[in-house]
């Protein structure tokens, strides 16, 4: 864009960020100091306010830039990002709001600890819970440093850092101030200004192509270089069995993790019952479902219109694909039509990550005070205490995600998400299941079934091409590559599972059966829930 351009742009986009902050800023100050109000809100929204701020706590920046991008390269194969992400629901649904809700306080511990010996139970469920947020919080940040790097005109090494250390700023100003209360705001107002953009692009590319499906489909085709292919599954996980295999594990991962991820399911707890929880998920699959549709008109309308050779030129892993299919509908990089666009575009993907964030580092800071501090203090001290150690460790969270951030600034920000969700499948979805449906479940078993996910899906990572041995990896010049798979989900998430049937068999412990059947009537009618 011409510099007058790029101003314009830059203007909306500090408006946009600046209209966020002052709603964060004006919520936070109704906020009071204790642990409900700090973590759950005070559990005082309705189902619908809920329902949109899950929608926006899901909908993020792997999904409006990383699966967008991931389509506009590889045609059919990124589409399967948006199905596993969006069928996810249905085991949350089913399975999993109303019995989290009626069972738990804060944390997915809660769940687990309610029949459970709860010192070791709280530090392998919050050490897990950490470790998926943070990973969960790098794809964030990556996708945070594309955008603002193009839209400064900027695509340079130091520009992406800057972006990435700015936004970590930004996330733990959110949650020390606001708690539960202001992030979920932002998280409406997040998803509606993302909904209304995503409505408005899907618009556009409509009428370029007169509401012709057909000729949008077969022009992404033309210009992807592939021809029929882009648009027949393998063009990425169908090369060999290897990259099947990658393909089968991914999926895994995307249906099964979005049951334990821990923001997500510590959004359950902002609302008063567990019939508004289910509520709550019935309004989120239908605003993530509708998004979804969107991006996949969006996805072959950047392969359509911008050409995937362009979208790689300005971002190897397609995370700009969205910024500048918006630049192109509104006239090109010269058109003030252009720039205005694309700054709103880019100010709402950035107002995504923005909120994204705050819901992780929430999450994340609420594990390690009311799991892990909490378990180490065994109770002594002072309510009030805990919050403060959430704004703390909101601080080492931010400073962990920056670090990590800046190594894998390089790689598409969906298949970053991707990798958090086979981490939540393998460690947290096993005891989570297991706590709620199994009568026999031990101590023994829920800290084994934590671990016996947690640590073969992070080792799996670091021995995968993700890490070493390939172009695209974080260490391309070193090769300890012995896993062949992107993704660890096909071997880590049953070894979760069987870790935590093998840790109950074995176990000298005898299960408490009382604990168990006030658990079972709690979770299914709510009786008792808090």
């Known amino acids: 864009m011409t510099g007058q351009h790029q101003t314009l742009a830059f203007v909306l986009f500090s408006a946009f960020v600046a209209v966020t902050l002052g709603i964060t800023t004006w919520v936070s100050r109704r906020r009071h100091g204790s642990p409900e109000e700090f973590y759950a809100g005070g559990r005082l929204f309705s189902p619908m306010e809920n329902g949109f701020a899950i929608a926006g706590d899901y909908m993020s920046a792997a999904s409006f830039l990383g ?4 389509i506009a390269l590889f045609g059919y ?8 992400f969006l069928v996810a629901w249905l085991v949350v649904l089913f399975l999993v709001a109303e019995l989290v809700r009626n ?6 511990a809660d769940v687990v600890a309610a029949r459970m010996n709860e010192r070791p139970v709280r530090i392998a469920a919050g050490t897990s819970s950490v470790t998926v947020s943070v990973l969960y919080l790098v794809a964030q940040m990556v996708g945070a440093g594309s955008l603002v790097a193009l839209l400064l005109g900027r695509t340079g090494a130091a520009a992406q850092a800057w972006t990435v250390i700015g936004v970590g700023a930004l ?44 000729r949008l489909l077969l022009t992404a085709a033309e210009r992807s270089g592939h021809g029929d292919a882009f648009l027949a599954p393998g063009l990425k996980y169908g090369g060999d069995w290897t990259a099947r295999f990658d393909f089968i594990s991914l999926g895994l991962a995307l249906v099964l993790g979005t049951a334990g991820l821990p923001h997500i399911l510590s959004r359950f707890y902002t609302v008063p019952t567990a019939r508004a929880a289910r509520r709550s998920v019935v309004w989120s699959i239908g605003l993530i479902g509708g998004f979804y549709l969107m991006t996949l008109v969006l996805g072959f309308g950047a392969a359509a219109i911008v050409g995937p050779e362009a979208v790689r030129d300005s971002n190897a892993a397609g995370n700009t694909a969205v910024p500048l299919l918006a630049l192109d509908l509104g006239g090109g990089a010269d058109s003030t039509g252009g720039a205005v666009l694309f700054a709103i575009v880019a100010a709402v993907a950035f107002a995504t990550i923005l909120a994204v964030v705050a819901g992780i580092t929430l999450a994340s800071s609420a594990s390690v005070a009311h799991d892990l501090y909490a ?15 959430a704004r703390v460790a909101a601080v080492g969270i931010g400073v962990i995600a920056i670090a990590l951030g800046l190594l894998a600034r390089d790689l598409n920000v969906a298949f970053l ?59 391309p010049a070193v090769d300890f590559q012995y896993f062949p798979l992107e993704n660890p989900g096909i071997v880590s998430i049953p070894l979760g599972f069987l870790a935590g049937w093998l840790g109950t068999v074995t176990s000298d412990e005898v299960p408490d059966e009382a604990r168990h059947a006030e658990t079972e009537v709690r979770s299914l009618t709510g009786a008792g829930a808090v």
């Open 103 to 108: 069972c738990g306080r804060f944390t997915l």
């Open 171 to 214: 996330m733990v100003v959110y949650v020390s101030l606001g708690g539960m209360r202001a992030t979920t705001w932002i998280q409406i107002v997040k998803a509606v200004l993302l909904l209304g953009g995503t409505i408005a692009l899907t618009v556009l590319v409509l009428l370029r192509f007169h509401g012709d499906l057909d």
């Open 375 to 389: 378990s180490l203090r065994r109770g002594r001290g002072p309510a009030r205490s805990e919050v403060t150690v």
């Open 417 to 475: 998400v991707g990798l958090a969700f086979a981490v939540a499948a393998s460690a947290n979805l096993p005891v989570l299941l297991y706590s709620l449906f199994w009568r026999g479940f031990t101590t023994r078993g829920a800290v084994w079934a934590v671990y016996g996910g947690l640590v073969p899906a992070l080792g799996l990572v670091v021995l995968s091409p993700v890490v070493s041995g390939s172009p695209g990896s974080l260490f």
């Open 77 to 84: 194969d990124g589409l399967l990002y948006a199905v596993g």
């Open 67 to 70: 699966v967008t991008g991931l």
